[in-house]
């Protein structure tokens, strides 16, 4: 083989290729479209990954089916799992619109596979709480409604990140909360099906806000609170209070434990600690088991108290056992890593909590469960894998495109500007994006560290600006909200004033202790918590804790179970040179990359907008220069879209002005040529209607060929003159002529104006077609025969001959098509409905009918109910095998006529009944009965002449010793 015949098989081996990336790339692209939208629910998951991890879990309850909720990825996810430990759901939150959540504090079974979430609403700089709601959700992750909701437009500090409700439970069709203030509690039921909320009590409590860590609701009317200083307080709704002493742990089996110290507190009172105290209950539910499940946070562990203990007014005094600890989990096999549990949640076996990686179970009984992953369910694995699958092919499907665009589509006759657009667009949006991108990104770099170095001198500054010999004055748990302790929270907050100013309204600060190498909380802005909240943030030996204990300020971005923190911890310092405490002060790491995203998205939008004014700049200029050619262009167009007069009109001294008045002179020559066109073919359409090139698919007479042909469901009509013959012959041939013009100008338009079309004249007669309608034929005909009654006033006045027309109307298939030889062609209608049309028009003069209408006519109106009609019987016309049944159409006939005809209508009606029946001699006295009257004696001889006729066939064949053929009924005229 030559090299040139090589050359030419790559070239169209090429071609080819070429040719098929465009239609294969574009259905990929649009199956691809079809995956990602299958697998957009599942878009962000790993469809390799079979277990969902849980992400630092916060909270943890269980509901009456055995199905575990759990919030975790720093309030902003909640899972659902079954009892078998597989995905029923999953909700990400994070977002603050209507009918979402932000960050959800906890949740809450609810009734028929429901659950509730309360739901904080930060500001932008996720320090203030907007609102907070309870939101209902179906296990299935749908939104359903927001039962309750509170707005904050104040900024207090208790109001940082936290609100008022409290412990919210769903019993007997109620929410039932708290709502705890800075004056006091109320207690708060809300109708889960009506809006109606109403508060059930009042309790008297200065800074209960302050002072309340959890509250939860014994019975209808008794109520538990845990306080910040250690303190367990039973109340009630009528606003009594009693305090409980805390005896120490027992064993399951009653025995007392010695490992644990127990207190020696015997009466009603508040206990007192210096240091740490015997335990420091934090969190607690009443589990389905009727047991108290409280946290204890210096012990790490859970403990139950029987709430039966709680029952009996005159007892003060409570006992625990500890059901989850170190020790159990050790004896049982799991880690005994010394994890802090600092929410407890509801089960109906008992309780959950969660800790850094997971969920631990348990009852009273110290049966234990535990969770670190659910399985997730192999659908949601296949639509993350259609998604991704979607999204690959996809990318690679455009990419396919924009390579054949470039390659291809460039090398084809295009317009310059679509060229622009093709080079100029990418490369801008692709610009764009790179420079933005890395101007962001050094921006917000630049932003961050700017607020790390603010961070850091504020830690540093206000940190030596606390006395902290005012710590030594808080020895205990009772010193809680003491006035030393006050003094160095409002230091705090007046050092950063408020956060009422746009610099430091993101921020928050905390205190925290090192006591025995153990970290713990010592005062939040928000009040949160007390003076002993233990962390394990210490344990490691690169903690920022750690170095700000031994005199550094440094600096940390973390993520953990409450948020995403961006903070600097340092020393504080008393009179002697001694750390008495480390201050945090930080921010909302995620409200500050949602900012930045934000920014992010908002810098998009207005650089796609100048990039966008850049383009159109562009455009115009283009446009611009390239004016005069569109003119032209512009110019051939009008000229291919049939405005062969135009003529345009150049302003430059040029060739392209000498282009354009050779243009012109095309134009006009154009023009005339075609105008010569238009006149032959209009004289061509009196010959060939154009409804048969309209139905033939045919846009002239240019493209009509033999054989074209389609088959239409038609109404078809034909009329002609009665007695034409005895009037043409007393006429010479110019009367004639100039008499059936006048007769077909006249009859003509009212056949169009019905949308209907004439198919062809002959001689007197008339074959029209409908379309559209059967009504459109009936309507036609009655109006012909209205406009004829006018017609024939005239004449008669003139003292010339009236004329009177038939006309007979069928609804059938049929063909239209071109019939002929190459040299001479027509267009005509082949159809065996059209026969019966023409049949009927003559029977219609038998019958003494001006229309006669077939059933399938009248079956196809919608308007027949509205015509004067008569039943003429079932007619079998000759050369059809199948009858009909016909009626007389008596609109648009004089008045005497109608009048006649209707007041024997029933006589006719009898008379035809009683001929299909073979009632022939009451057949015949009813028709010789309405034969008296004119207008109706040719339908009767009709029927009597085919009575008679019955009568001799029945002779004939007795003569003939035949049995006569059984009657039918039917009506069979004699015709030509």
Excluded at 7 to 26: E, F, M
Excluded at 188 to 212: C, M, Q, W
Excluded at 602 to 629: D, E, N, Q, W
Excluded at 871 to 877: A, E, S, T
């Amino acid at each position: 083989m030559s090299s040139r015949s090589t050359d030419n098989h790559k070239r169209t081996w090429i071609q080819k290729l070429g040719r098929s990336i465009l239609p294969v790339a574009s259905g990929v692209l649009g199956v691809s479209l079809i995956l990602i939208l299958a697998g957009f629910a599942e878009r962000d998951r790993n469809p390799f990954q079979s277990h969902a991890v849980l992400d630092f879990p916060q909270f943890a309850v269980e509901d009456d089916q055995n199905r575990t909720i759990v919030i975790d990825t720093s309030l902003r996810r909640i899972l659902v799992a079954d009892q078998e430990g597989e995905l029923i759901s999953e909700i990400r939150g994070g977002d603050r619109r209507e009918g979402r959540f932000f960050y959800a504090d906890l949740v809450l079974p609810g009734e028929e596979d429901s659950f509730f979430i309360l739901n904080y609403v930060l500001d932008d700089k996720g320090t203030f709480i907007q609102r907070e709601e309870i939101l209902e959700y179906g296990v299935n992750g749908d939104f359903r409604r927001i039962l309750y909701q509170r707005r904050y437009d104040e900024k207090k500090a208790e109001y940082i990140q936290r609100g008022e409700i409290f412990s919210p439970r769903i019993q007997r069709g109620y929410l039932y909360f708290f709502l705890v203030q800075d004056t006091g509690i109320q207690f708060i039921r809300k109708s889960l099906e009506r809006e109606t909320t109403e508060i059930l009590g009042e309790s008297y409590f200065p800074d209960a806000n302050a002072y309340v860590a959890d509250i939860e609701w014994v019975d209808g009317e008794n109520y538990i609170i845990l306080d910040k200083r250690g303190h367990m307080i039973l109340g009630d709704i009528y606003s009594e209070m009693s305090r409980v002493d805390i005896a120490g742990p027992v064993r399951a089996d009653d025995e007392e434990d010695e490992s644990f110290p127990s207190s020696q507190n015997s009466g009603a009172g508040y206990f007192y600690d210096p240091g740490l105290p015997d335990e420091y209950f934090w969190d607690m539910t009443i589990g389905g088991d009727d047991w108290l499940y409280v946290s204890d946070l210096v012990n790490r562990r859970i403990a139950a108290i029987p709430l039966i203990s709680f029952l009996n007014s005159s007892n003060f005094t409570v006992e625990y056992r500890s059901v989850l600890d170190r020790e159990l989990l050790s004896r049982k096999g799991y880690s005994d890593e010394p994890f802090i549990y600092y929410r407890v949640g509801y089960s109906p076996n008992g309780f959950l909590t969660t800790y850094d990686y997971g969920v631990y179970g348990g009852d009273a009984n110290s049966r234990i469960t535990h969770s670190e992953k659910y399985h997730i369910p192999p659908m949601w694995r296949v639509r993350a894998f259609l998604w991704w699958t979607g999204l690959i092919a996809g990318g690679l499907a455009l990419a396919a495109l924009v390579v054949h665009t470039y390659i291809y589509i460039l090398k084809r006759r295009i317009s310059l500007v679509f060229k622009q657009l093709l080079i100029i667009v990418p490369l801008m949006a692709g610009g764009i994006f790179l420079i933005s991108t890395i101007l962001l990104s050094s921006f917000i770099d630049s932003y961050e560290q700017n607020n790390i170095d603010t961070i850091l001198a504020l830690t540093q500054t206000i940190g030596q600006s606390v006395d902290g010999d005012l710590f030594h004055e808080i020895r205990g748990m009772d010193d809680y909200m003491n006035a030393e302790y006050q003094q160095i929270r409002n230091d705090l907050r007046q050092a950063l004033n408020y956060n009422l100013d746009s610099w430091n309204e993101g921020l928050y600060f905390a205190l925290y202790q090192v006591v025995d190498e153990n970290l713990y909380g010592f005062m939040y802005l928000n009040n949160r918590i007390g003076l002993r909240h233990p962390f394990n943030w210490y344990e490691d030996p690169q903690s920022v804790y750690r170095k700000a204990n031994e005199g550094d300020v440094v600096f940390e971005q973390v993520q953990d179970i409450s948020g995403n923190w961006l903070y600097g911890v340092g020393p504080i310092y008393d009179s002697s040179n001694q750390v008495v405490a480390l201050l945090e002060i930080g921010s909302d790491l995620y409200s500050f990359n949602e900012n930045a995203r934000e920014l992010y998205s908002r810098t998009m939008m207005v650089m796609t907008l100048i990039a966008a004014l850049i383009v159109v700049f562009i455009m115009i200029m283009t446009v611009m220069i390239l004016r005069s050619l569109r003119i032209l262009r512009n110019g051939v167009e009008r000229i291919a879209e049939g405005d062969w007069d135009y003529q345009i009109r150049l302003t430059s001294n040029d060739e392209v002005s000498d282009l354009g008045k050779r243009f012109n002179f095309m134009s006009r020559s154009i023009n005339t040529y075609l105008q010569q066109i238009e006149n032959m073919n209009e004289s061509y359409r009196r010959f060939f209607p154009d409804q048969f090139l309209k139905y033939l698919d045919l846009s002239d007479l240019t493209e009509v060929k033999l054989g074209d042909q389609v088959q239409k469901t038609m109404t078809i009509m034909f009329s002609d003159i009665r007695r034409f013959t005895a009037i043409s012959e007393s006429m010479s041939p110019d009367e004639n002529f100039n008499f059936l013009n006048a007769y077909l100008s006249m009859v003509g338009p009212v056949i169009r104006e019905r949308r209907g079309f004439i198919d062809k004249y002959i001689g007197d007669a008339i074959m029209a077609l409908f379309p559209d309608s059967a009504d459109d034929a009936v309507q036609a005909a009655v109006a012909m025969i209205t406009r004829l009654n006018g017609y024939n006033r005239e004449q008669r006045e003139q003292g010339q001959p009236e004329i009177r027309v038939g006309a007979g109307i069928h609804t059938g298939d049929l063909m239209l098509g071109i019939l002929g030889d190459e040299n001479r062609m027509q267009g005509t209608v082949i159809s065996d409905s059209v026969n019966l049309a023409a049949r009927l028009e003559t029977l219609s003069k038998q019958m003494g009918a001006s229309i006669i209408v077939s059933s399938d006519a009248l079956e196809a109106m919608s308007t027949a109910d509205e015509y004067l009609k008569r039943y003429m019987g079932r007619i079998q016309v000759v050369g059809r095998q199948q009858a009909r049944s016909v009626y007389e159409i008596l609109n648009g006939l004089p008045e005497e006529e109608i009048e006649a005809k209707l007041r024997n209508k029933q006589i006719l009606n009898d008379g035809v009944a009683a001929f299909e029946a073979g009632n022939m001699q009451t057949a015949y006295d009813l028709f010789m009965t309405i034969r008296e009257d004119p207008f109706n004696r040719a339908i009767a001889d009709l029927f009597i002449s085919c009575i008679d006729r019955y009568h001799i066939e029945r002779e004939e064949a007795r003569k003939r010793g035949r049995e006569p053929e059984p009657w039918d009924g039917i009506l069979r005229p004699q015709q030509k």
